[in-house]
């Protein structure tokens, strides 16, 4: 992915643009780490590790093994249980008050926007065709190709449009890499050539992902920073976003590099847990979380896929534990353990590196450990 670096943009809930706060690693102190953290209560309530089940020596030494070796890239690390802070810890210059660039973690809040784009009725379901949606903007290519008209929803959603389009091998022509430099990245995909019949086999694909937004943009009729300010963030009380753009300004990049803060990604996944409800509001359905956090393919090298969120699946005692994960390159992660009742978020600088994955082992060799709720041991 792309290292560019961008500015916050602080977007009010009443207001599009409020002001602007440059995301300059170097402000605040250089680590912060506590236990039963002081969090905003209307924000985060807060609750010391015992209190919620979790053993406080065994988390007291993983922050102590994480300060004494920086080069494990971190950013932070929060941890969330029963719904209130339990620690959170920044490292390399970041706090709690500067959004991080999220990635392809992006992608499943597109997930979540295209849920809520379906449970409004704006688009009729996961079955409904991509092109047709998009005709008007981009008339020539299904009648380049009507094969392409059989790709729908679902096949963006799955990274199963059929046309070639590959993250994870450098010489596919949608490669990533070759939609950067491109002006329109929606026709960038368009134009794509179909190899493979729609649903036909699973390939890591970032331009479906940025066409599957402006899809919802087009049957929501709202841009995609409205509509995801007004039916997602503001619900969530998110006030500090920015999604990245393209084709000079006038598009969203909803396949990466949204920024939201840490706290705020633990919101999402928080939502997720919760099976989309917050605070008693029913903010996107509960049969779309189900959805879309449930098994449905397999990307390159087994891993099990949801609707853009990944599925894992850890021993724990004699049985399978199971979380989902929002994932973006670098370490940027929203970890969801429904039978625990945690949320574990980090962001990272370890781009294109091994230890991009390392955030998933802190969760199961350190965090999970350290869960001591009777009920849940094995």
Request: charged share 20%; with cysteine; proline share 7%.
């Amino acid at each position: 992915m792309r290292l560019a670096r961008f500015c916050l943009l602080i977007i009010a809930v009443t207001s599009i643009v409020a002001s602007v706060a440059c995301d300059d690693p170097g402000r605040g102190p250089e680590s912060i780490s506590f236990l039963g953290a002081e969090s905003d209560p209307a924000e985060w309530p807060s609750a010391t590790p015992s209190s919620v089940g979790m053993n406080e020596q065994r988390l007291a030494n993983m922050w102590s093994n994480l300060d004494a070796t920086p080069e494990h890239g971190l950013h932070s690390l929060l941890i969330v249980r029963h719904g209130r802070l339990v620690a959170e810890h920044y490292w390399a210059g970041f706090h709690s008050g500067v959004g991080h660039d999220l990635r392809s973690a992006t992608k499943s809040l597109t997930s979540l926007l295209t849920g809520i784009a379906i449970d409004r009725g704006a688009l009729r379901g996961v079955s409904e065709p991509v092109f047709p949606l998009l005709a008007v903007q981009y008339p020539v290519v299904g009648a380049l190709d009507p094969r392409k008209g059989d790709v729908t929803v679902e096949h963006l959603l799955h990274m199963q449009s059929g046309l070639a389009c590959d993250d994870w091998f450098s010489g596919s022509p949608g490669n990533e890499r070759n939609m950067y430099p491109t002006r329109d990245w929606v026709r960038f995909f368009l134009d794509l050539p179909l190899i493979r019949p729609p649903g036909e086999s699973t390939l890591y694909c970032t331009a479906g992902v940025v066409t599957l937004g402006r899809v919802v943009a087009e049957a929501t009729n709202q841009p995609i920073p409205d509509f995801s300010r007004d039916a997602l963030f503001a619900p969530l009380g998110i006030a500090q976003f920015r999604w990245s753009m393209f084709d000079d300004g006038r598009q969203t990049d909803t396949g990466g590099h949204i920024y939201l803060r840490p706290r705020d990604m633990a919101k999402i996944g928080q939502l997720v847990l919760q099976r989309g409800q917050w605070k008693g509001r029913q903010i996107v359905s509960a049969s779309w979380i189900d959805r879309s956090t449930t098994e449905h393919v397999l990307l390159p090298g087994f891993q099990p896929y949801g609707y853009l969120w990944w599925i894992h699946t850890i021993a724990y005692g004699t049985r399978q534990l199971r979380y989902v994960a929002a994932q973006g390159n670098g370490g940027q992660m929203i970890m969801i353990v429904p039978e625990l009742d945690l949320v574990v978020v980090s962001t990272a600088g370890n781009y294109d590196d091994d230890k991009t994955n390392s955030p998933l082992r802190i969760l199961e060799n350190r965090i999970i450990p350290a869960v001591e709720d009777s009920a849940q041991q094995p």
